[in-house]
């Protein structure tokens, strides 16, 4: 006779019922409370739907939140993109939605902690630097903080829960990386070695898709195997994936005999062998959970915080990667302009909406070769849906594109040879003129940014002014970066480098892709951003430089509306950028287009003056 | 019968006995090494004769710098703008010259250790951010690193050592403050409240001054009187100061009975009272010494650190400040125009030096009303002693200025009610083309600072990069900061705001005044600066703003050389902003000048178009 397991049988819990399964469960663990953040164990952007606990247990899906459940309370808190999205995706009487800004999620747990409680966190889920202020907050309570590897909300859902992604790793040749995996991790080790490090765990799996010239397909979007590894400083690898995930022809003999294959179970196994043999464990502390770290500091190892070397690295893009972001750039600007052809023929009549539209520019997309599939998902916003910064259309918000309207359109495409992010607004029928005036104004920020021209050792910080400026004068601003790194066929989003106002110390260098993205928001009317890619290269030295200097090339290869633009307020070095950059959209896409897209690109990028 | 002191008995110790000297008392106390900071007790810019330790050691007259003294070697450290003069000053076979960024000293000591060392420190001169790093590196090598309160420097400098200063305190009135020390004093003690703060130790003399509305002159060139406070937080004040100090005729008065007068050694035990309170100290780790904080959390004092509260107040200058500033800076600006106006009459003829232009300059500032002296030493630098960033002539070093050069003049002046800044580059005949062409690129780097617009928050180093763009696309740049902050009557570079490469997170507010002062430096040719001081005011709202804007206003009231200016270089919106602060100089100056200087200062100030 067999006993059936109660939780599986059942079916699954309904979403009302999760937040007072989780309370029963803590309870039964002698919790008082629990913490439950967006990440896995990972701790990147990018969260299968099998680990997405934050938005299983709330209901909220936006990329950034972490929710506190506490015995009587529980609230959830998420940054200024999310105030609107967490209201609406969640039960209000059960979470109480906060901005993470404004009350900070240690002061709400300080404020609501009675004394002797006992809150668990899974610290697989944290970082040091996430986790250590709730600690104070905890221990000045007279509370405790509990880490639980065994996770109690994976106790409760179990029934309906989606299995672990298991894509197959997908090997990712050298002819694409430009490297091989043995020169990579040859520069990685070498690196642990100059700082006295015996090896480096990584849980970044980006890092682990450059650092082995593999991608795989576990989340949506980003080419990334799931999977952890241990660099040693002689640039041996132990890698940790899934046996179900390598059964790739090739793959072993790709990955050669110095990555060493395990199941992801050993990890824990592997950290303790680096802590007897007393290693020197480099640490990201930025991307490396309290779990790792504190099982290899129990087990004897030395932490060496310090930067994941394969950041840097990886940032950097070499010759071949350069090149494949140029060409996937070129399909890509073929597929984008055939797209904006066809709105301009069809869009004036009101047939067109937001879902219909994001559908044919990803069919455009398709056609074009290596083309595996969007980068990120496609913001396509009409009218007063392009004031939402990471709108995404719904049914519910699906907008017909009608004369008047602006058109928003922010996609991507993941090539094998490169990734791709690009962001225009046009006019649909005649624009008002003070969207046209601050178009006009955001445009002047992008051609700023990307006529820069910059020493070495500048970061993205210092040049973020640059795309303001304009905005500024006229009492404007937007509640963004205006920079972001770029993958090759990898994150949409990546680090080390970005252009922002909040500062950072990361030295802008050639090959590093970034973003160039200033926009404008009118809530409840319009959005408006121009968005290319920009490559740092090395510019020439202009007769008598001192310093050698850098600037970006963009890569991105798509017009920019022409009538939302007022000439009058483009200064002459601003018009012959506009009009340089529309010469090479032309004269680089054309020979790709049919005649009836040809000739609407030819009067898209006509010069203006 | 009286034993003489063999200390005070002996004739001064010379220069080149001094290490020789030290390295003995290290040995008579068991040391193997000790560090020379050049900062006192209050840890500020300014050291009294008295405190030049590290100048009495090693001859270095710097104004940042470091010694290490082992047994059988020795370094001194300083940055960039000091490694010809560390050279030129000291004896390099006694010190080691190195620059402290290529060779931290921290570096320099791990490689130099042996173990079991005992290297000596004066908790008094460093701060915890500063000695955290050396007891690491002491740590690591199983060495010591030993607090010395009792410094061993002293012990060998006795014989021709300068007394103490000992300056009357000053009353700064309230007419001149703008608000009288008991309502900064209720400020303060407010911001500890709401920090949850029972005190504040202040050894920063400027605070101080700045707090009680007081000043001094115990060191050269800023109004300081060198004392320590502890700041109560229902607004009391023990303020520990000499007693020959404090004579002046209705201080007491004028401090009110909030503020209790104490002699400087009850400093030890003021510290130890707040520790068997308990208190909660607010202790700024900045600006505060090892030997104040250990104290502190010896006595059971509960270290809360943050910033001094007086820091952001005293940045804001309030109306009366404000308008104090402006009074000055009109009196300056006269004594400047008459300056460059004898010089465009007498400079020609070759016959007059750095030296001799300077004491003209001074001469003209001391006819000013409410001048108290320079705030600083004058660099009046000809040719290519101008490139030299800190140059201070010397009778050795004193040029000629004669036809083709370029003179550089940086100078300022304590006014009663406000401090000035200045620098003009001005040619000598007719300038070189090259040094033209980039005098333009500084004056449009100037220029975009001066006309920058911004939303509130924004910091001074995201507007960094307006300073250096034209410089920048010419493959040139300056390696020093843009704009330190000013005092009011009070010191010349002052925080927390400054306009940097370096990131700084604080935002810019109404009052505040910065220095603008681009610059091109080409050795052994030339150097250019342009600095005015700057304040932030609010900015009326375009139509349409939706952002609250502040702007900066130009206060210095000094022409700009016309023959140093390429026109076509300047775009339409940079040659309006030149016009009209041309228009402005010869409009709020001119009612002030004789019928000569007025003549000059007409043509110097007409427009360029």
Sequence with gaps: MT??????????????????????????????????????????????????????????????????????????????RYTLQMRAEIDTRQFEPLHQIETPPTRWLAAALSGEERIGFDPRFHTPEQIDPFRAVCDRAGSLLVPCLDNPLDAIWVAGRPPPPCAPVEIHPD??????????????????????????????????????????????????????????ADGTVEWLIEPAKRGTPGLVSHLGPDVHLRPPAELGAALDRLGSAGARVRIDATATSVAVIDRLTEAGARIERGTDPCLSLKACKNPVESAGARAAHHRDGVAMVRFLAWLAATAADGTIDEITAAERLDQFRRAGTLYRGPSFDTISAAG?????????????????????????????????????????????????????????LVLKGHIALARACFPVGTTGSQLDVLARQALWHEGLDYDHGTGH?????????????????????????????????????????????????????????????????????????????????????????????????????????????????????????????
């Design 3 to 80: 006993i059936l397991n109660d939780a599986v049988s059942a079916a699954p819990l309904a979403q009302a019922d999760r937040l007072d399964a989780l309370r029963d469960e803590l309870t039964r663990r002698g919790l008082t409370g629990f913490l439950i953040p967006r990440a896995d164990e990972y701790l990147g952007e990018y969260v299968p739907p099998s680990a997405q606990r934050l938005a299983w247990l709330t209901g909220f899906t936006g990329s950034a939140g972490l929710a506190v459940v506490l015995r009587d309370r529980a609230a959830l808190f998420s940054d200024g």
């Design 175 to 232: 002819s694409l990386a430009g490297a091989s995996s043995a020169e990579k991790r040859a520069k990685v080790a070498r690196t642990l070695r100059d700082d006295g490090c015996d090896a480096l765990v990584l849980t970044a799996p980006d890092s682990i898709a450059w650092l082995l010239n593999i991608r795989g397909g576990d989340v949506d979007h980003t080419p990334l195997a799931l999977s952890c590894a241990v660099v040693a």
């Design 384 to 440: 007063p849906n392009g004031a939402i910064v990471h709108y995404h259309s719904t049914p519910a918000s699906n907008r017909r594109l009608s004369p008047g309207d602006l058109y928003l359109v922010d996609s991507g495409g993941q090539y094998r040879d490169g990734t791709t992010d690009v962001t225009r607004t046009v006019a649909i029928g005649t624009p008002d003129p003070e969207a046209r005036t601050r178009f006009t």
């Design 485 to 609: 790194g770029v993958g090759s066929f990898l994150s949409v989003h990546e680090g080390p480098q970005r252009i922002s106002k909040v500062g950072n110390n990361i030295a802008l260098r050639p090959g590093m892709i970034l973003s160039n993205e200033p926009g404008y928001y009118k809530a409840g009317a319009y959005g408006i951003r121009i968005e290319s890619l920009l490559q740092v290269v090395e510019s020439p030295a202009p007769p008598g430089a001192e310093r050698p200097l850098l600037r970006f090339e963009t890569l991105t290869l798509v017009p920019i509306d022409r009538t939302l633009i007022d000439p009058n307020r483009l200064d002459p070095a601003e018009q012959a950028w506009l009009n340089a950059y529309h010469a090479r959209v032309w004269s680089d896409l054309a020979p790709a287009l049919d005649p009836t897209t040809a000739t609407w690109l030819k009067t898209a990028t006509a010069p203006l003056f």
